[in-house]
């Protein structure tokens, strides 16, 4: 298909249109004060707000069609930023692409500006602000974990190598598609030309999944749960830990409490909670017979809405993102960390204790990260 730009709102119109309502998401307000990136209008804006620039690939797939109409409404950039989408998929998907444009049109957001869907990566990625890297190659019947490696490193190294020559060079970069961790190295790898830091690999549905469950266990609601941390690689082999997670307002409103000594059941946490948010994917496709996707895509704006927004005071939550050597993981991978954000940039948060149990379990992922590395750099 050619590149067909679709013209929801007249872009040099946008300046003199009021301003969207201030809106409440999940009952909180939506931006932390003063901890939003520049890029974002994060107040009311007559007048000052210029679109970003998003890219979401793999837009014909399940978890675009969650995710675009979330960003849409506002609830990843807020309600004071508008953007111009980029969506790209590749050429057998052009209808089903077509298809989901003339739904955002229809969907009269008023801050789409304009919607941009290609099946050509160069005029997809050019000038983006923020990428979402969705799309990749699906494990087939039969198909060994090297061969699906092998697939999706020519699908993010070109996709690297464009962002590298074509997106700003602020871009900030989330790589959801899997193998994801290793995805993101590949294309930040192709990228020289940026920084290592605009890069980042999605946990925060294994981060969800998990808070989740202590909630459940616990009895409160889910936004009570902070700080669970999910460390590696997003497999089978990521760590969920919840020894540094609080339980917020309990016992009583106002008070905070350890979780550990709050669930007071080791053997759960070993035995259940953990293979549990592990094998979480695979339980969901067994019964959906489709992988997540609503779910991935409210990760996927948690996730950009901590990094671009910043995180709440005192809240941890986990990004894949490229290991400085904190707690002795190898610099240059790609590795799910505990961080907090700030004006755009996320940094890893230092000196946690970690048990001897939990290091074996990070020792096991980050073997594992090492050996997706090199299988995936022999194919670079
Ligand atoms: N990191 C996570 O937490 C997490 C969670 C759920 C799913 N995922 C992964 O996200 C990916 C997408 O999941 P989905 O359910 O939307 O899959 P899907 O198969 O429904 O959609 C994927 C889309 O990507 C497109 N695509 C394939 N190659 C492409 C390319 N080179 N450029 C652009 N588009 C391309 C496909 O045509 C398809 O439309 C999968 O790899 C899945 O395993 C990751």
Redesign the pocket.
């Known amino acids: 298909m050619d590149s067909a730009l679709l013209r929801i709102n007249n872009i040099s119109g946008h300046m003199t249109r009021s301003c969207p309502m201030r809106r409440e998401f999940g009952g909180q307000q939506f931006q932390q004060q003063g901890t939003a990136w520049s890029l974002i209008n994060s107040g009311p804006c007559v007048g000052r707000a210029s679109p970003i620039k998003v890219l979401v690939?793999?837009?014909?797939?399940?978890?675009?069609?969650s995710l675009i109409f979330m960003i849409a409404s506002g609830q990843m950039f807020g309600p004071y930023q508008p953007i111009q989408l980029h969506l790209?998929?590749?050429p057998?998907?052009a209808d089903?692409l077509k298809g989901v444009s003339m739904e955002i049109q229809d969907g009269a957001y008023p801050l789409v500006h304009s919607v941009l869907c290609s099946?050509d990566?160069q005029s997809a990625f050019t000038g983006v602000h923020v990428a979402l890297l969705?799309?990749?190659?699906?494990r087939g019947p039969g198909m060994q974990r090297k061969d699906l490696l092998k697939v999706n490193v020519s699908?993010f190294k070109?996709?690297g190598e464009a962002l590298g020559k074509y997106a700003s060079r602020d871009v900030k970069v989330l790589?959801?598609?899997?193998p994801?961790n290793t995805n993101a190295l590949v294309a930040l790898t192709k990228a020289s030309e940026l920084p290592p830091q605009n890069f980042s690999?999605?946990?925060?549905?294994?981060q969800n999944r998990a808070a989740s469950m202590v909630s459940d266990k616990v009895g409160v609601n889910v936004d009570n749960v902070s700080n669970v941390i999910i460390w590696g690689n997003?497999s089978l082999t990521q760590v969920p830990d919840v020894t540094h997670a609080i339980i917020n307002n309990y016992p009583a409103a106002g008070l905070t409490s350890p979780a550990l000594s709050t669930i007071n059941d080791d053997k759960w946490v070993s035995e259940s909670f953990m293979p549990l948010v592990q094998n979480r994917?695979a339980a969901v496709i067994a019964a959906r017979k489709?992988?997540?996707?609503a779910s991935?895509a409210n990760?996927i704006v948690g996730h950009m809405r901590d990094w671009l927004m910043g995180t709440k005071q005192g809240e941890i939550v986990s990004m894949a993102v490229i290991s400085d050597g904190s707690y002795n993981v190898p610099k240059g991978l790609i590795f799910s960390f505990p961080v907090t954000c700030r004006n755009g940039e996320w940094s890893i948060v230092q000196g946690l204790k970690i048990s001897q149990s939990i290091q074996q379990k990070i020792d096991i992922t980050t073997k594992e990260l090492q050996e997706e590395k090199e299988t995936a750099f022999s194919f670079l």
């Open positions: 690939t793999g837009a014909a797939g399940q978890i675009a069609y790209l998929d590749i057998k998907m089903a099946t990566v969705v799309g990749a190659f699906p699908i070109e996709q790589v959801v598609g899997n994801a690999a999605l946990t925060r549905l294994d997003h994917g489709l992988s997540s996707a991935a990760a």
